[in-house]
């Protein structure tokens, strides 16, 4: 574990690689709408794309909530960037609850180290993300047939392996699901790209047909029937606080360029600082993002310490978070006027990335839902 004079060093570093290197890789990324192997090179060299994984599986053992303190910096970079971070961060997790020592061995730690890919891949065009999925598999053998549709599925165009999820053919509801690790250069999978994206450009998204692709049945994770709770309590749920902190760091970046352009800018011989209007709107963004930031950080230690209500929480932290961003920057937008509309301000591309923010990891409907749950459960 780092100690805490080095964890401060670490953020310093963090940030000047952010306000550095990470913004020409952003302004890369928007001419090319492409992430450059470079950059993947040089996060792993980094050591960024292992910070919370355990000492001894070759990470930098910090513990989450510490973790999310970093994720805050990278995410006022470009969002491929944080995407980059945040999923390498977080998939591990998944697969090592459930792996054997030998999938540990092939899987687990080779995506720590940086030497494979590996895609969470849920999200399916025709069902909800959770127990309603239709992607199947039949069994013959040593080997299961996959049949199905995937969508949106981050960084699934170039990858090593999809962390899939589908259920036996012919059962409903959670009890049928199951997790594998989908070779991507497999047979029986067409592969399609997703990349025209309002924002988030780069990220390398994919559509995924499978017709009855062959998957090794010593690839599957865990027993059949647990696979949601590969997908939910291994991935999501410290996934969807990571979320909210992405929100967190997007937003300080959105409020960053809005206290800049209201000090330099001057209308009517006054710099907009200097008018109540605006002062005003940018004391609620500092209290909105505080507040969303300290309830992310109480979610990220109730699941470290095994809280029974970590998924309520985290569901709480990421819709906090959505909807604090989505304020913040609709105001960090109207602060700078017209000219925050066009490319070549800043604050077009934050605005265009939040957007993204209320759909990933689940809607803000999904969320309530969850909540809902739990509150109407405790009432009774």
């Not at 070759?58 to 995407?83: C, D, N, Q, T, W």
């Not at 993300?129 to 170039?158: M, N």
């Not at 352009?261 to 008018?275: D, E, I, M, Q």
Request: charged share 25%; hydrophobic share 40%.
């Amino acid at each position: 574990m780092i100690d805490e004079s080095g964890f401060q060093a670490l953020l310093a570093e963090v940030e000047a690689f952010v306000r550095g290197p990470g913004e020409e890789y952003a302004a890369e990324i928007e001419r090319t709408r492409a992430v450059p192997d470079k950059l993947w090179t040089d996060l792993r060299e980094r050591g960024y794309l292992r910070l919370a994984a355990p000492v001894e599986y070759g990470g930098r053992g910090i513990p989450f909530s510490r973790y999310l303190e970093v994720l805050e910096l990278i995410s006022m970079s470009h969002a491929s960037v944080r995407m980059i971070v945040h999923v390498c961060n977080g998939v591990w997790r998944a697969m090592d609850q459930f792996a054997t020592d030998a999938q540990r061995e092939q899987f687990v730690l080779r995506q720590i180290s940086g030497d494979i890919r590996v895609a969470f891949t849920l999200t399916e065009p025709t069902a909800g993300t959770g127990a309603d999925l239709r992607s199947s598999v039949e069994s013959d053998g040593d080997t299961y047939y996959l049949s199905g549709e995937k969508h949106l599925i981050t960084f699934g165009v170039h990858c090593d392996y999809w962390l899939l999820f589908a259920r036996l053919a012919g059962t409903t509801g959670k009890d049928g699901t199951v997790a594998l690790l989908v070779d991507r250069n497999g047979p029986g999978v067409t592969v399609e790209s997703m990349s025209d994206t309002m924002g988030v450009r780069g990220t390398d998204h994919a559509r995924l047909i499978f017709d009855r692709a062959p998957v090794p049945i010593a690839n599957r994770l865990g027993e059949e029937g647990r696979g949601l709770e590969v997908a939910l309590g291994g991935f999501l749920t410290p996934s969807r606080i990571a979320v909210a902190m992405s929100c967190v760091g997007l937003a300080r970046r959105a409020q960053e360029l809005a206290v800049a352009h209201a000090g330099t800018r001057t209308t009517f011989g006054k710099p907009l600082a200097a008018r109540q209007a605006i002062s005003f709107a940018l004391a609620e963004n500092a209290a909105d993002i505080e507040a969303a930031r300290q309830l992310t950080l109480y979610a990220a230690r109730q699941w470290e310490s095994g809280d029974q209500r970590a998924d309520t929480l985290s569901s709480m932290a990421k819709l906090t978070a959505v909807d604090m961003l989505t304020r913040v920057t609709d105001k960090a937008l109207q602060v700078h006027g017209g000219i925050g509309y066009w490319e070549s301000s800043p604050i077009e591309r934050v605005y265009r990335d939040a957007r993204a923010q209320r759909f990933e990891e689940g809607t803000n409907e999904i969320q309530k839902t969850v909540i809902a749950r739990e509150v109407l459960r405790s009432a009774r």
